[in-house]
C-alpha cells in the first residue's frame, strides 16, 4: 500500500506543476484559445479549411486513442494493430499495386470513405506506400508510447516506495 501512497503523491504534485504552470501562462493560453474559437465561430474566407482541420483533429485524435488502447490490450491483449492499423496499411498497399498508383482517399485522407478510381499509374514503390500511411503509423505509435505511461508510473512508485513485487521475487529466487 506504500507504493499507492507513493503513486498518489507524485500524481498530485505533477497534477500541482501543471496548474502552476497553466496559471503562470494563462494569457498565452486564453489567446489561443481564443484564436481558435474565433476561427471556428466566425464567418469569412477560412471557412473552406474548418472542414479539414476539424477532419484533422479526429483523424488524429483516433489513430492516438487505438494505440493508447492497444497499449492497454482492450482487457483481452487484442492489439488494434490486428483490428485497424494492420488493415489500413493492407488495404492501401493492394490498392496501390493494384492501381500502378497510391490511390487517393476520398473525400480527404483525413476522412476518407474509400479512394478514387484508378488513373495512369507511373508506378508503385516502398516510399510511396509509406508515405500513404506513415503517419497513421507513427500516430498510433505514439498512442502506444502514451498507453505504456500509467503501469511505468505504477512501477516508479513502487520503486520509490521501496518495496519489492512478489511475484517477481519468487520467480528469481528459482
Given at each position: 500500500?506504500l507504493y499507492i ?7 498530485v504534485?505533477s ?18 484559445v481564443?484564436?481558435?474559437l474565433?476561427?471556428?465561430?466566425a ?10 482541420i ?9 489513430w492516438?486513442?487505438?494505440g ?6 482492450l482487457g483481452?491483449?487484442?492489439h488494434?494493430f ?7 496499411i ?12 497510391v ?5 480527404s ?16 514503390g ?15 505509435g ?13 512501477a ?6 521501496g ?8 520467480v528469481?529466487?528459482?
Open positions: 500500500m501512497k507513493t503513486l498518489l503523491e507524485i500524481l504534485s497534477l500541482t506543476n501543471l496548474a502552476a504552470t497553466c496559471v503562470k501562462y494563462s494569457v498565452p493560453i486564453l489567446t489561443l481564443g484564436v481558435v474565433v476561427f471556428m465561430m464567418e469569412g474566407p477560412h471557412s473552406p479549411y474548418k472542414q479539414v476539424t477532419d484533422f483533429v479526429v483523424f488524429v485524435a483516433w492516438v486513442l487505438l493508447v488502447a492497444s497499449s492497454i490490450g483481452s491483449g487484442l488494434t490486428v483490428l485497424y492499423l494492420g488493415p489500413h493492407a488495404k492501401v498497399t493492394i490498392a496501390a499495386y493494384k492501381c500502378n498508383q490511390p487517393v482517399l476520398v473525400p485522407r483525413w476522412r476518407f470513405d474509400h479512394f478514387e478510381e484508378c488513373g495512369q499509374g507511373e508506378g508503385v516502398f516510399w510511396s506506400i509509406y508515405s500513404a500511411v506513415g503517419l497513421e503509423a507513427f500516430l498510433w505514439f498512442g502506444t508510447a502514451l498507453g505504456e505511461l500509467p503501469p511505468y508510473f505504477f516508479l512508485a513502487a520503486s520509490i516506495a518495496t519489492k513485487n512478489e511475484e517477481l521475487q519468487e528469481l529466487d528459482n
